[in-house]
């Protein structure tokens, strides 16, 4: 299977906690985004990463949030002392981005984190 | 500020009748549109996408949609629904380099 992959698929923890998630890409894609879809809403973007750089990060995005993509493959999404409000599916996508174009994102299945 | 909405929270067909989920975007520019379908537990499959050109777009499982730049709309439509549509439709807008803006979804039920 040569699409984004998510892992873990399901993840509980209770409050508190530090929980990680880990993307892996399609090999070729240079930009990996993270997105955050809580019940009943679509996803809301969260960062965004061209190779290994993180160029972009959203307000929703607090400091308990950190992302890291070394060597601009897969990337992990750490949350450090979770709360309840975190509570959401973490979806991964990745894209192949050339200069001056826009192409579409493919998505990984998400990690659904509940937080207790 | 780029935006999505999708005014029906939830639409209920029967199976073999036609549907349109409606999607109005907010965008300052030439928009890059898509629909997606997510099923229960499930990421997002693409069904359709737009970005220039022929305004009626064909996409996967019979779906077509419709840009209508007066409209400010991106409609989808399908001619007759199988009992496999149910699931969650969400319309998006390209909004590069900042990801996409998804809209809040359409739930599908559809009734044997």
């Known amino acids: 299977d040569t699409g984004v992959s998510q892992d873990p698929r399901h993840k509980i923890t209770k409050r508190g906690q530090n929980v990680t998630f880990r993307c892996d890409p399609i090999?070729?894609?240079?930009?990996l985004y993270w997105y955050r879809q809580t019940l009943g809403q679509g996803p809301e973007f969260l960062t965004y990463?061209?190779?290994?750089?993180?160029?972009?990060k959203s307000r929703l995005l607090s400091d308990r949030f950190s992302a890291e993509r070394p060597k601009g493959s897969f990337s992990t999404l750490e949350i450090q002392r979770t709360e309840q409000g975190d509570s959401a599916m973490y979806l991964c996508?990745?894209?192949?981005?050339?200069?001056?174009?826009?192409?579409?994102?493919?998505f990984g299945p998400g990690t659904r984190l509940t937080v207790l | 500020a780029q935006s999505v909405t999708q005014p029906d929270i939830h639409i209920t067909v029967s199976e073999g009748a036609s549907l349109e989920l409606r999607c109005n975007y907010s965008?300052?520019?030439?928009?890059?549109l898509f629909w997606y379908v997510q099923s229960p537990g499930q990421g997002l499959q693409l069904l359709l996408k737009?970005?220039?050109?022929?305004?009626l777009v064909q996409g996967i499982k019979g779906f077509e949609a419709e840009f209508k730049r007066s409209q400010s709309s991106f409609n989808l439509r399908k001619p007759s629904v199988h009992w496999s549509d149910a699931a969650e439709y969400f319309c998006a807008v390209g909004a590069d380099p900042l990801g996409m803006r998804f809209g809040a979804g359409t739930r599908l039920t559809v009734k044997p």
């Open positions: 737009y970005f220039s050109g022929d305004t």
């Open positions: 990463f061209q190779n290994e750089a993180q160029l972009e």
């Open positions: 090999s070729e894609h240079n930009r």
């Open positions: 996508a990745s894209t192949s981005q050339v200069q001056r174009s826009y192409n579409e994102q493919f």
């Open positions: 965008y300052g520019a030439t928009p890059y």
